[in-house]
C-alpha cells in the first residue's frame, strides 16, 4: 500500500476533475494549500480559468487548467499528458467530475442522457483509471480517489444517476482486489458524500443536445427537489471540508469516505435487506 502521508506533500502532483467548482474545486485548493502542484480539469472553460486563478491567488501554488470532457477517452490521455509534461509526475488522481440527470421514470429518460450521465459519472472514472494508474504504477506509487455518492452505498435511487454512482463504488472495490493481488503500491479510495454545498443542482448547464429534451418537473419532483436543495442548504458541507477528509482519508488509507453520518442507517439496513431477500425500502426519508 502507498504512503499516502507522503503524497499529499510539498512538489507532489494532484489531478483533479470537475474541478471548475464544488467538490473539485475544494479538493484543488486543499492540496494547493499543501504545497502540492495541482492539473485542474474541468468541461467549462471560462469556468475552470476563474477557479484556476481563484486557486493559484489564494495558495500561491503552481497550478494548471486544462480544458476536458471526461467522457472522452482522448480528452483524458491528453490531461495525463498535460501534467507529465508540466511536472513530470502524478501522484493523487481525482476522478471526481459528475453530473446529475433526471428522475423521471426509467423507462422513459432518452437513451441520450443515459448516455451522457453514465458518460460522465462511470466512464469519466473508467477513463481515469485506464489513463493514470498505468503512470502510477510505473512510478511504484500514488493514490487514486473516485467520486461516488452516498447514492452510491444505499437502496438504488435518483435514476441514471443513482445506477452510476453504485457502479464507481464496485469499480473502485474491483480495483482494490486487482491491486491487491500484484500488491501494488497504490493507494485507493471511494468518496461517498451526502449533502455538500454546491451548484451540482445545476449541472444540467452542460447537458448536451444529445441527451434529449427535458421536460417540465411533476409535482413530486418538484418537491423532492425542494426537499434537496433545503437539505444542502441547511446541512450541506462545505466543500473545502470534504476536501480535508478526502485528505485524512488519504493519509490515514482510509477506504470508504463519508462526509456525514446521518445516512448510515440507510447504508446498513440496505445490507440487511440484501441478505433477508427483501425489497428495499426508500433511503430518503423526509
Known amino acids: 500500500m502507498s504512503r499516502g502521508g507522503e503524497l499529499v506533500a510539498p512538489g507532489r502532483v494532484a489531478v483533479v476533475t470537475g474541478a471548475a467548482s464544488g467538490i473539485g474545486l475544494g479538493l484543488a485548493e486543499r492540496f494547493a494549500g499543501e504545497g502540492m502542484r495541482v492539473v485542474m480539469a474541468d468541461v467549462e472553460a471560462p469556468a475552470l480559468e476563474a477557479a484556476r486563478d481563484q486557486v493559484a491567488g489564494a495558495t500561491g501554488g503552481e497550478v494548471v487548467a486544462v480544458v ?3 467522457s472522452r477517452l482522448g480528452d483524458v490521455e491528453a490531461l495525463r499528458d498535460r501534467a507529465l509534461e508540466a511536472f513530470g509526475g502524478v501522484h493523487v488522481v481525482c476522478n471526481n467530475a459528475g453530473v446529475g440527470g433526471s428522475t423521471d421514470p426509467m423507462w422513459e429518460i432518452p437513451v441520450g442522457e443515459w448516455e451522457w450521465v453514465l458518460g460522465v459519472n462511470l466512464w469519466g472514472v473508467v477513463h481515469g483509471v485506464r489513463t493514470f494508474v498505468p503512470v502510477l504504477l510505473e512510478q511504484g506509487e500514488g493514490h487514486v480517489c473516485n467520486t461516488a455518492s452516498i447514492f452510491g452505498v444505499f ?3 435518483l435514476g441514471p444517476y443513482g445506477v452510476s454512482k453504485h457502479a464507481v463504488v464496485a469499480l473502485t472495490e474491483a480495483l482494490h482486489f486487482q491491486l491487491a493481488e500484484r500488491q501494488a503500491p497504490i493507494g485507493l479510495s471511494v468518496l461517498c458524500p451526502g449533502a455538500v454545498r454546491t451548484n451540482f443542482g445545476s449541472s444540467a448547464r452542460n447537458r448536451p443536445a444529445s441527451a434529449g429534451s427535458t421536460r417540465p418537473p411533476t409535482a ?5 427537489q425542494a426537499f434537496m436543495a433545503n437539505l444542502t442548504a441547511t446541512n450541506g458541507r ?4 470534504v476536501a480535508g477528509l478526502v485528505v485524512e482519508g488519504i493519509r490515514s488509507g482510509r477506504f470508504y469516505i463519508l462526509t456525514s453520518e446521518n445516512r448510515n442507517e440507510a447504508v446498513r439496513r440496505r445490507a440487511e435487506e440484501i441478505l433477508d431477500g427483501r425489497p428495499p425500502a426508500a433511503p430518503m426519508g423526509r
Open 220 to 224: 413530486e419532483q418538484r418537491e423532492f
Open 238 to 241: 462545505a466543500p473545502l471540508e
Open 68 to 70: 476536458t470532457d471526461v
Open 155 to 157: 437502496a438504488g435511487a
